[in-house]
């Protein structure tokens, strides 16, 4: 009994390619209300063509009246056929476009494509195309497509658009066919895929003259350039066709990996991303887009492991794709997720007082960095970790440092500092810093070192295992290094000098040795002028002398 329903499958796939490949020779009119022959032929007929051959072949009585919902057969080779144009939807990056005649231009949004012209697209950049049924096209970064034919049966809405991947990758999204004179086709070195309305991506190596086929949707049929075999790829799977050689059965995708948490908003620049890892898979193609539809690609790259850190982007709402790619180079079904990033202005590094330092029934003065992304400064002072208890809130501060009476209060302090736009928008805040404030013992003790001579820098800290790569440097774009160094730990204690200011940054390198992008500039001012000090000291040491 298992036998008839493999059978029936058969027959099924064999129906399903030959509606792919035959093409029927008839396009069916459905009649309406006030057709006849002779607008019917004005308005789909080449001016070779008689009306009264239609008349003839659908063996009509009366060409004057024709009952409403009557299917006439209009043989496709009548109908008028003519060269419709495709246009650029969207692009991100520099990409070029080579016309027929051999002129160069760059790609723009809006850009008309004809017959024979030839798209490149940069390492960087993607361009999606629309055609004049509605079907799109994405062309990857490093790639190169030529447009082998555009048409369009006059007002059927029958289109016919053959393509040539000449390397890389495109994804498409085709319209369902509307007739048999619709088509698609992307021909590259090794194979062809022809669709009648599906979303499936395309990948041409041509280093191993392979291509790569992926079905996301629908059915593709796939086949080598010579036509000996075909393969009726369904939805899910993929194939492989070298040159010279039939494609290979098709094979599941591997699935979408399953994200971590990931949370509402992300303050730290080079946020890590991860995921489960997909059994099977050899590597991740991660991508970032500015919209859902994924049209425009604003940044990808292949990963080795299932995470990868944020690229250094402006604040806002991105959208997350990730596939991973099995030994054959398919890349599988996709897992979304959308990101909101607000990072920027990225806060200033606390100076004084160090971390957890002591003082006696005073005050201590506060001070922090220089944030080139800042314009002025919130700074807030809690009792608690949380800063549910904020006993001072100020904001817009100008100052690079606060000192405040009421901190002179018994009991544990803890401050923050955030930036603030020249827009007055806020960045998030920074790393968090503690202070101890005791009373004066009846026996001596020695408080923590808050002289000017030396400061500790510290940052929000990431995760387990990760290090830190600090530099110093006397101009702010860091030519001439002063320091640059490996960490384990998210501070660095520094001594002062005098007269210049120093400039710092950190990047954060997880146990692959992943790197995040660098934080913003921060500078450090210098040591504090005391000179009146030691002018005075001198003095008065004379006259004690003196004396």
């Not at 063509?49 to 409403?68: A, M």
């Not at 593709?220 to 939805?235: C, I, R």
């Amino acid at each position: 009994m298992a036998k008839y329903p493999t059978k029936i499958a058969l027959v099924c796939i064999a129906a399903v390619l030959v509606s792919f490949k035959a093409y029927p020779a008839d396009w069916i009119y459905v009649v309406s209300d006030g057709d006849n022959l002779w607008n019917l032929s004005k308005k789909y007929l080449g001016s070779a063509v008689d009306w009264h051959k239609v008349q003839k072949v659908n063996q009509l009585p009366d060409p004057h009246w024709i009952r409403p919902g009557t299917r006439l057969r209009i043989p496709l080779e009548w109908i008028e056929s003519n060269s419709i144009p495709a246009k650029v939807r969207s692009l991100a990056g520099k990409s070029y476009l080579t016309r027929r005649d051999g002129a160069t231009e760059e790609l723009l949004a809006g850009s008309l494509l004809y017959l024979g012209d030839r798209l490149q697209t940069t390492s960087a950049a993607s361009a999606t195309i629309e055609f004049a049924d509605g079907s799109t096209l994405t062309l990857n970064g490093g790639s190169e497509l030529s447009l082998d034919h555009l048409s369009a049966y006059g007002e059927t809405g029958m289109v016919d658009s053959r393509l040539r991947l000449l390397k890389g990758r495109a994804e498409t999204r085709v319209t369902p066919a509307n007739g048999p004179g619709s088509r698609f086709e992307i021909h590259t070195s090794s194979a062809i895929s022809a669709v009648r309305g599906t979303e499936y991506r395309i990948a041409f190596i041509e280093g191993s003259q392979t291509s790569n086929v992926e079905v996301t949707g629908g059915a593709v049929d796939v086949s080598d350039t010579a036509v000996t075999e075909n393969k009726l790829v369904g939805k899910g799977f993929g194939t492989v066709v070298q040159a010279g050689r039939p494609p290979l059965p098709p094979k599941a995708l591997l699935p979408g990996p399953i994200f971590d948490a990931l949370p509402d908003k992300i303050d730290r620049l080079g946020w890590p991303v991860s995921w489960t890892p997909v059994d099977g898979a050899q590597s991740y193609k991660v991508q970032l887009a500015d919209a859902p539809e994924f049209e425009t690609i604003r940044w990808q790259r292949i990963s080795e492991r299932p995470r990868f850190r944020l690229p250094d982007l402006p604040d806002g709402r991105y959208y997350l794709r990730v596939r991973a790619i099995d030994e054959l180079g398919l890349e599988g079904l996709d897992s979304l997720a959308d990101l909101t990033q607000d990072a920027r202005p990225q806060p200033p590094v606390p100076l004084q007082p160090a971390d957890a330092a002591v003082f006696l029934e005073r005050a201590p003065k506060l001070s922090w960095s220089r944030s080139l992304e800042a314009s002025t400064y919130r700074l807030q002072i809690a009792k608690d970790p949380d800063f549910e208890q904020l006993i001072l809130d100020e904001r817009p501060m100008r100052d690079l440092d606060f000192t405040e009476a009421t901190t002179a209060q018994l009991g544990v302090w803890y401050w923050r500092v955030a930036s603030l736009a020249e827009d007055g928008e806020q960045g998030p805040f920074g790393a968090v810093r503690q202070f101890n404030v005791k009373p004066i013992p009846a026996e001596p003790v020695a408080e923590t070192s808050t002289d000017d001579k030396a400061m500790t820098i510290t940052w929000r800290a990431g995760g387990i295992g990760e290090t830190y790569r600090v530099q110093i440097a006397e101009d702010r774009k860091f030519e001439h290094l002063l320091l640059d160094d490996r960490l384990t730990e998210a501070k660095l204690t520094i001594e002062f000098i005098a007269d210049d200011n120093r400039f710092f940054r950190v990047q954060a390198i997880d146990s692959d040795g992943d790197r995040s992008a660098w934080s913003a500039v921060q500078e450090i001012p210098p040591l504090p002028d005391k000179s009146w000090k030691v002018f005075l000291g001198s003095v008065l040491i004379m006259v004690l002398i003196a004396l």
